[in-house]
């Protein structure tokens, strides 16, 4: 099993800016990537950036050029770097891990809210 914990999400205004944090533990080894999905109310969960085993990350289109996604791996830590943060960036952020083949970890989410 591995445990993933987010924390770092808050209430800012439009403009601003907030870094996410996902602390990994538990049997991590294996994993070959993890990612930020974010849910919005009455909205699908979609993936907002993602970052594989050697450092290449993806980002959804709505995202590119204000967030970045990175990792430390002496930390088991993912962060995400969300700058420029608007009103439809409000949502619930979640941390998740893959493993293998069809082994999916998430974690319980954290709430960025981006309103003035």
């Known amino acids: 099993q591995v445990q993933l914990v987010e924390s770092g999400g808050g209430l800012v205004q439009p403009g601003g800016s907030l870094r996410l944090s996902c602390a990994a533990s538990?049997?991590?080894?294996?994993?070959?990537?993890m990612d930020w999905y974010r849910q919005a109310p009455g909205k699908q969960r979609e993936l907002v950036a993602g970052?594989?085993?050697?450092?290449?990350?993806n980002y959804a289109d709505s995202v590119k050029g204000r967030f970045t996604i990175s990792n430390d791996n002496a930390k088991n830590t993912v962060y995400l770097q969300m700058n420029s943060l608007k009103p439809e960036d409000t949502a619930v952020y979640y941390c998740?891990?893959?493993?293998?083949?069809?082994?999916?970890?998430w974690g319980q989410g954290t709430q960025v809210t981006v309103s003035s």
């Open positions: 538990g049997s991590i080894g294996g994993i070959t990537n």
């Open positions: 998740h891990a893959k493993r293998g083949l069809t082994s999916d970890y």
């Open positions: 970052i594989i085993r050697g450092g290449l990350t």
